[in-house]
């Protein structure tokens, strides 16, 4: 089965330009979650849907970041302008909310560099 | 607040010596406890998870983990350290709608 696919996975942009990540989660899952992972602060949670709908942003840093879901299979983690600051390796993760106990699959993630 | 912590930000073991990575949580409520592992340039790994039942969870690659309520731990195991051990371990906690709170994260180096 396939797993939660990420795109690119790696990007490597100009300070100012619009990034904008991709995940497709696992299907029949109907959570998903975006993370952003650096040495300095480890692994943040910035925001996450229920059923497309998003339930938690507080994680999103500023609102240079913007996250959607327009379907159970696509979402899309947009920052517009970047910044060298938000060079991270973003991941995506999905899970089936039938309960407390599933676990997150998480996709191999996106290598950002801002220069 | 929930919060997860993890002992020792890096633990360094012998190849076939015991690996114990620290995990505590912070709640009067017993969450819903999971392991992950992390090797370079992927993503997290579920390792174990923890839900209802034993308190003994046996995960893959030989790790198992030990929910122990009076200690607010679960505790990650291995008897015997490979060299593809090696990676960084992330405790995880959760308590309702899927959302976890996650350690710092510890990095296991296995010495030949």
């Known amino acids: 089965d396939a797993g939660v696919i990420q795109s690119p996975r790696h990007e490597v942009t100009e300070m100012g330009q619009e990034v904008t990540l991709r995940c497709k989660p696992i299907?029949?899952?109907?959570?998903l979650f975006w993370y952003r992972q650096t040495m300095m602060r480890g692994l943040e949670l910035l925001i996450y849907?229920?059923?497309?709908?998003?339930?938690?942003d507080s994680g999103m840093p500023e609102d240079r970041f913007s996250a959607k879901m327009p379907n159970a299979s696509f979402s899309t983690l947009k920052i517009q302008p970047s910044e060298p600051r938000d060079s991270a390796v973003y991941f995506c993760?999905?899970?089936?909310?039938?309960?407390?106990?599933?676990?997150?699959?998480f996709g191999d993630g996106t290598r950002l560099s801002i220069l | 607040a929930q919060s997860v912590t993890q002992l020792g930000s890096h633990v360094s073991v012998s190849e076939g010596a015991l690996v114990l990575l620290r995990c505590n949580y912070s709640?009067?409520?017993?969450?819903?406890l999971f392991w992950y592992v992390q090797y370079p340039n992927q993503g997290l790994q579920l390792l174990l998870k923890?839900?209802?039942?034993?308190?003994l969870v046996k995960g893959i690659n030989g790790f198992e983990a030990e929910f122990k309520k009076s200690e607010t731990s679960f505790h990650l195991t291995k008897p015997s350290a490979h060299m593809s051990d090696a990676a960084e371990y992330f405790c995880?906690?959760?308590?309702?709608?899927?959302?976890?709170?996650f350690g710092s994260g510890t990095k296991l180096n296995v010495k030949p």
């Open positions: 993760a999905s899970s089936f909310a039938g309960g407390n106990n599933q676990p997150q699959h």
């Open positions: 299907s029949g899952h109907n959570s």
């Open positions: 849907f229920n059923n497309n709908v998003p339930i938690d």
């Open positions: 709640s009067s409520v017993p969450p819903y």
């Open positions: 923890y839900t209802t039942g034993a308190t």
């Open positions: 995880a906690v959760s308590y309702n709608f899927n959302k976890f709170y």
